[in-house]
């Protein structure tokens, strides 16, 4: 069974940064596309960015410019910084390999104004 885990959320006021981090237990993210989405109180779940197997990035439009997305396979870890937060940042971010239908638990992300 494979696990993803997500750190590296927290409180920051808006302007400031942060960098998640989504460890996989196995290597599954060597061979498969790994997204980040989040949702915040009251809204759907909605698509960050995604990290295709070669390397090709895709990001909404609400954080592109702000935000990178990056993988080191070696270390079976996607990551997200962020910079230059913004209140509407808020809400838990998830880790997902879609097409194997695997998720994180989540991590917290709270921007002050």
């Known amino acids: 069974q494979v696990q993803l885990v997500e750190s590296g959320g927290g409180l920051v006021q808006a302007g400031g940064s942060l960098r998640l981090s989504c460890a996989a237990s196995g290597s599954i993210f060597r061979t498969n596309l790994v997204a980040w989405y989040r949702q915040a109180p009251g809204k759907q779940r909605e698509l960050v960015a995604h990290i295709s197997t070669s390397g090709f990035t895709t990001y909404a439009d609400s954080v592109q410019g702000r935000v990178t997305i990056s993988r080191d396979n070696a270390k079976n870890t996607v990551y997200l910084q962020m910079n230059n937060l913004k209140p509407e940042d808020t809400g838990i971010y998830y880790c997902?390999?879609?097409?194997?239908?695997?998720w994180g638990q989540g991590t917290q992300v709270t921007i002050s104004s």
């Open positions: 997902t390999v879609v097409s194997q239908g695997y």
